[in-house]
Nanobody, 120 residues
Framework: QVQVVESGGDLVQPGESLRLSCVAS????????MGWYRQAPGAQRELVAL???????KYADDVKGRFTASRDVAKNTLFLQMNNLKPEDTAVYYC??????????????WGQGTQVAVSS
């Protein structure tokens, strides 16, 4: 009943920028946290950026200073501005949403992911 949809992934050259979007919809009373994760081929899924209660709480060390996460609370939308992209940023980027539903339960939902490829 809750949908999470990412968009904005593309093939770019090193040094270029991308902006990813994540929209959550459905039976959501309120969102407690939204985060970006990524998974490179053959690797484990890892945290990229996490916002808790609309405040940026954590960034992976290798993206600090280059990536910025932000949230449009009214539209249940999360963004990831990625600057100075590097080949090692190549991965499928996933959005995760932690929310409270109408039963009072707190759950998490994942999107399908959006592919980011950085290559010269």
């Amino acid at each position: 009943q809750v949908q999470v949809v990412e968009s904005g992934g593309d093939l770019v050259q090193p040094g270029e920028s991308l902006r990813l979007s994540c929209v959550a919809s459905g039976s959501i009373v309120n969102i407690n946290a939204m985060g970006w994760y990524r998974q490179a081929p053959g690797a484990q899924r890892e945290l990229v950026a996490l916002l808790i209660s609309g405040v940026s709480a954590k960034y992976a060390d290798d993206v600090k200073g280059r990536f910025t996460a932000s949230r449009d609370v009214a539209k249940n939308t999360l963004f990831l501005q990625m600057n100075n992209l590097k080949p090692e940023d190549t991965a499928v980027y996933y959005c995760n949403v932690r929310f409270r539903d109408y039963t009072g339960s707190i759950s998490s939902a994942w999107g399908q992911g959006t592919q980011v490829a950085v290559s010269s």
